[in-house]
């Protein structure tokens, strides 16, 4: 071993020479020492052992104690000279030392060897705790989260199976929590979500999802429920079953997106006259059904069904369009309410089904002889289908006499095409009887374009009889005014008849004309682009205003038969007269219908009515029948 052993003077060695000399030599046997020698201060050898001559050793600075120590290379490199201070005895000494150095490289090498094998195990252990450290305190929990993370997105619905329960006491004892704890946010956000969808679909299988009013099942289902309190307590119940009049057309004429928003207009109003005792639904498409239980007497139930009419009676204006929802409303009236369900509703349909027809009412109760009448309606419904089709409807035809034309002999200005029912059973049905069904239905607007094109036909086969026929009038219902093919359709009718347009006229009802006046004035417009000529019919009935009227681009006016009917009576006089004056203040023509007696046709004729109609004149016959009446066409 290289590493030098304090060398322990004691005093009295100092003076023994021979003493140091056999120390020096146990020294240089136990250790790499080839040589060594000790002097004093002054330089003289006081021992030594080995031949090593140091006399070129340099060591004046030991010596004289400027440096404690010297060491150089000696023998070419071979060996290693080494000289130091030490005080023994309180004098210092000089020692000197030769070293082998080939072994010193030997154990240089031998100990750096240990040095490197000891510092690879070192590193070995302390890479191997390091790991062990950075695996239990990294990457294991990483490896957790990452298994737990994996897992519950896997399961989200029980995510929370995947929490890690171990809490380690560094940061990723805070991330284990916060995962923790978002994943059990995870379970309730699902779960709550898997609530709401629940809650959703039992919503929606009894509530209507457009306008969130209860469903017809719900409805049905309120009912079972409070007809049996009701009828034993022996309190009233009333089903309304409210309906809105044109839907159907406004829902065609200007869109889906309008008759949504005004069902929801109308449902909302509903909802929030809802009071105690009382139930809304949406029964399906533009039908609401309300149940009003408690103590209402039958003129209660009348001023109830009035105020809900009044509610949603108000314009809209929806997508730049002004509509105003009209409603109908059915009612069925039990004063026990002992009476099932189904039937109160039924009965109440059955009202509606029947003032549908009727353009001025506006509510009524049910009566048991409207299930009789409902079941004929539905027959002639059935039989009205099959008609068109087995060829069982006819065109009769009623003269309008132009009366500007002096003499007896008046010419026809027109002849009005009246459709009747050849029924296989029944004989001839009068419109009366079933336009109203058909309008109802919407069998209106294919027994509408028949007639269209069977008097368009009639016009080219009195020609073709070679006769001069007048011009035909041809009634248009409300459902087919509002069709947006109608134009077209018209055309269609001319030009397959191969007539002059100008050789039909069209006929609107002055109800179907003011229910909606904007749409009314577009569809005049596309129809005088037709070229056909326009009157409104049945005047004096629908409540018009004079404002509007003078937007309606319509060649004549036609004086309901229900003021000719009272002419004598001053008030009637004065209502002919009124329209005549306005009629003709707006440059349109007059046609008075109904009339029967010759005091009438007097008085129109003195305020200068221009046509007139009526069994004074000529009842309305087939076409066979006008044929004889008409002149021969010029040849
Ligand atoms: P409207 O268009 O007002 O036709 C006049 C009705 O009054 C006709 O009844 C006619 O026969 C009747 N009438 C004419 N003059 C007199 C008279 O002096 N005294 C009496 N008591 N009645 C007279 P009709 O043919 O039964 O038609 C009734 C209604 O049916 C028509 O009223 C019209 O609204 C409708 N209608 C008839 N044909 C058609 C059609 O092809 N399409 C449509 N949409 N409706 C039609
Ligand atoms: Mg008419
Ligand atoms: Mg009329």
């Known amino acids: 071993m290289l590493a030098m052993q304090p060398v322990v003077l004691a005093e009295e060695a100092l003076a023994k020479p021979r003493e140091l000399e056999q120390l020096l030599s146990k020294i240089q046997r136990d250790s790499s020492i080839l040589a060594a020698s000790i002097r004093n201060a002054k330089g003289v050898t006081l021992a030594r052992v080995g031949d090593a001559d140091f006399s070129d050793f340099a060591i004046d600075d030991v010596v004289a104690g400027r440096r404690d120590k010297l060491a150089r290379f000696a023998l070419g490199g071979k060996c290693y000279d080494l000289a130091w201070s ?22 240089l090498a031998a100990f750096i060897l240990r040095i490197a094998g000891l510092v690879a195990l070192i590193v070995a252990v302390v890479t191997a705790r390091t790991m062990l450290v950075l695996y239990r305190s990294v990457l294991r929990p990483f490896f957790m989260l990452r298994r737990s993370m994996i897992a519950a997105a896997a399961h989200p619905d029980h995510a ?231 060829g069982e409807l006819r065109l009769f035809y009623q003269p309008k006499i132009a009366l500007d034309q ?17 029924h296989p059973a029944r004989g001839l049905i009068s419109p009366g009887e079933f336009i109203p069904i058909a309008e109802a239905c919407g069998l209106i607007v294919p027994i509408g374009e028949w007639v269209l094109r069977e008097a368009c036909a009639q016009v080219r086969r009195w020609r073709e009889a070679g006769l001069t026929p007048p011009r035909v009038a041809v009634n248009v219902a409300a459902l087919q005014f509002r069709d947006p093919k109608l134009p077209e359709m018209v055309r269609g009718a001319i030009a397959a008849a191969g007539v002059e347009s100008d050789a039909l006229e069209l006929e609107i009802t002055e109800s179907a004309a003011m229910s909606d006046v904007t749409l009314t004035v577009a569809v005049l417009a596309s129809l005088r682009a037709v070229g056909v000529r326009l009157s409104i019919d049945d005047f004096g009935t629908g409540y018009s205003s004079l404002s509007y009227l003078r937007k309606f681009d319509i060649d004549a006016i036609k004086i309901d038969k ?28 007059i046609i008075a219908e109904g009339v029967e007696t010759r005091a009438q046709l007097e008085f129109l004729s003195s305020r200068r009515c221009e046509e007139a109609q009526g069994f004074l004149f000529a009842r309305p016959m087939p076409a066979d029948d006008i044929a004889p009446k008409l002149p021969r066409a010029p040849t």
């Open 86 to 107: 030490a005080t023994a005895g309180g004098q210092r000494l000089v020692f000197l030392t030769r070293l082998d150095s080939s072994q010193i490289n030997t154990l």
């Open 562 to 589: 229900s003021f000719v009917d009272d002419i004598g009576d001053a008030n009637a006089d004065a209502i002919c007269d009124a329209i005549i004056r306005l009629g003709h203040s707006l440059g349109k023509k």
């Open 406 to 422: 002096a003499g007896a002999g008046r010419p026809y200005a027109a002849c009005e095409a009246l459709i009747r029912w050849q």
């Open 160 to 390: 929370d199976d995947y929490r890690i329960h171990e809490r380690p006491r560094n940061e990723f004892g805070d991330v284990f929590q916060a995962h923790d704890e978002m994943l059990t946010r995870v379970v309730e956000s699902k779960r709550a979500d898997q609530l709401r969808a629940e809650e959703r679909a039992r919503f929606l299988a009894r509530h209507d999802p457009l306008t969130g009013l209860p469903n017809r099942d719900f409805f049905l289902e309120h009912l079972r429920q409070t007809l049996p309190v009701a009828c034993e307590r022996g309190e009233q119940v009333q089903v309304q079953v409210l309906n809105l009049a044109g839907f159907s057309a406004i829902n065609s004429a200007l869109g889906q997106n309008v008759g949504d928003r005004m069902l929801i207009e109308v449902a909302r109003k509903l909802n929030q006259g809802v009071s105690a005792g009382q139930f809304v639904a949406r029964l399906g498409g533009d039908e609401f059904g309300i149940v009003n239980a408690g103590p209402v007497s039958p003129a209660q139930a009348a001023e109830h069904a009035e105020r809900i009419l009044a509610e949603i009676e108000h314009l809209l204006a929806i997508d730049g369009n002004e509509v105003r929802p009209r409603g109908r409303i059915g009612i069925a009236y039990s004063s026990t309410g002992c009476t099932d369900a189904e039937t109160a509703l039924h009965d109440a349909e059955v009202v509606l089904t029947r003032i549908r027809s009727d353009a001025r009412a506006r509510y009524q109760f049910f009566s048991p002889e409207m299930t009789q009448e409902a079941q004929r309606r539905q027959e002639t419904e059935r039989g009205l289908r099959q008609a068109l089709e087995r």
